[in-house]
């Protein structure tokens, strides 16, 4: 696609003009709530099925339905692109979408694999453009609050930081189990706590290194992930530990940072919205539980989102980030023997 610049000019006190690339279940809490909530327009939404396009149109206030994935991009009343297609499609329409002169809010991982990633991130660069990998828990009160306790040394010297992410298993036909649509739980799930880890390591002052990874495949699913464990190396002996599954009964999405005088834990990290705890246990004092706020991370997240495009803020998820991820994300599948993600050659 011949790079050209189709958005119109905005003033920096308009509201973000988005069109949505998929008419996606996770598209509702993480974009069109928060939009709706704070004055953006959704412009235009594009999805293979035409009449699904049409009714999640009418239901979610979408102004209009367009004939495919290239006519929105080449709205020229869409400024930003939401990218929700599968994982192997991100990195693609990314690409496509930055070609067409759109900012892009992608849904995470960015690509199905680091070389693809680091192809994004150089068009990213040489665009100028916005390009915004959607770890929305970044940009939530209660997991700043939990990098400020790790870093005040109440904790003592810290020993261990351990994300726990499981679920019930998806239905058999569910996406996450493609190997071709780069599925499995380390891309689903796994993917925010390789971020957590980087997050906490650069605060640290260093990167997180895989040690050694497990995995579980799917029954009748070769090369796709039901079940992941990590150990990873952080800076000072720190040890980073994962468990994602989608196997498990029940669901939890914590984050628990252990050191020699006590630990901090949030209950639930992506979904804030559900449960805002901080909870704080230190040798010989009462426990202590700090509510950051129950306003969902997404809402945060197009705040972020909002003041990068219309006043060129900085912000830590950019595709430098998403590169990182990548790049520990296929570590892992190394050490575990299982593949890459493969890239979609067929996509544009």
């Known amino acids: 696609m011949t790079t050209t610049s189709t958005a119109s000019t ?3 006190d308009e509201p973000l003009r988005i069109g949505l690339l998929g008419a996606s279940r996770i ?4 974009l069109v709530v928060p939009a709706h909530d704070g004055g953006a327009r959704l412009v235009a939404v594009a999805a293979r099925d035409p009449r699904r396009a049409e009714e999640f149109a009418a239901e979610h206030g979408v102004e209009r339905v367009v004939a495919d994935y290239e006519a929105l991009l080449a709205d020229p009343e869409v400024e930003v692109v939401y990218n929700a297609l599968p994982n192997s499609l991100h990195g693609p ?3 496509a979408a930055l070609a067409a002169g759109k900012h892009v809010l992608t849904e995470k991982p960015f690509a199905s694999n680091a070389e693809e990633a680091r192809t994004v991130a ?4 040489a665009s100028g453009l916005v390009v915004f990998d959607a770890f929305h828990h970044r940009y939530h009160p209660v997991f700043a609050r939990l990098l400020e306790v790790m870093a005040s040394g109440e904790l003592g010297t810290l020993r261990t930081v ?3 992410m ?3 298993p998806p239905g058999e036909d569910d996406l996450r189990w493609s190997l071709p649509l780069a599925g499995g739980v380390l891309m689903d799930l796994g993917c925010y706590a390789l971020n957590v880890m980087s997050t906490v390591a650069a605060e640290l002052g260093g990167f997180a ?3 050694s990874a497990r995995a579980v495949e799917g029954e009748g699913t070769p090369g796709v992930d039901a079940r992941f464990e990590v150990e990873l190396a952080l800076p000072d002996g720190v040890r980073g530990e994962i468990l994602c599954a989608m196997s498990d009964p029940e669901l939890e999405f914590s984050i628990k940072v252990t050191g020699d005088r006590g630990d901090a834990t949030i209950m639930n990290f992506v979904k804030v919205s559900t449960d805002d705890r901080l909870i704080v246990r230190l040798a010989g004092e009462p426990e202590r539980v700090e509510h950051l706020g129950t306003r969902s991370s997404y ?3 197009l705040d972020a989102l909002t003041a990068a495009v219309r006043r060129g803020t900085p912000f830590p998820t950019d595709a430098a980030d998403g590169v990182r991820n990548l790049e520990l994300i296929d570590t892992c599948y190394r050490l575990a023997g299982l593949p890459l993600r493969p890239t979609d050659r067929n996509a544009p």
């Open 10 to 12: 905005s003033t920096a």
């Open 27 to 30: 598209a509702v809490e993480s």
């Open 93 to 95: 329409w990314n690409l």
């Open 122 to 125: 150089e068009a990213a660069e």
């Open 162 to 164: 351990r994300v726990q």
């Open 166 to 168: 499981v679920m019930p």
């Open 209 to 211: 290194e895989p040690v």
């Open 299 to 301: 809402h945060h997240q």
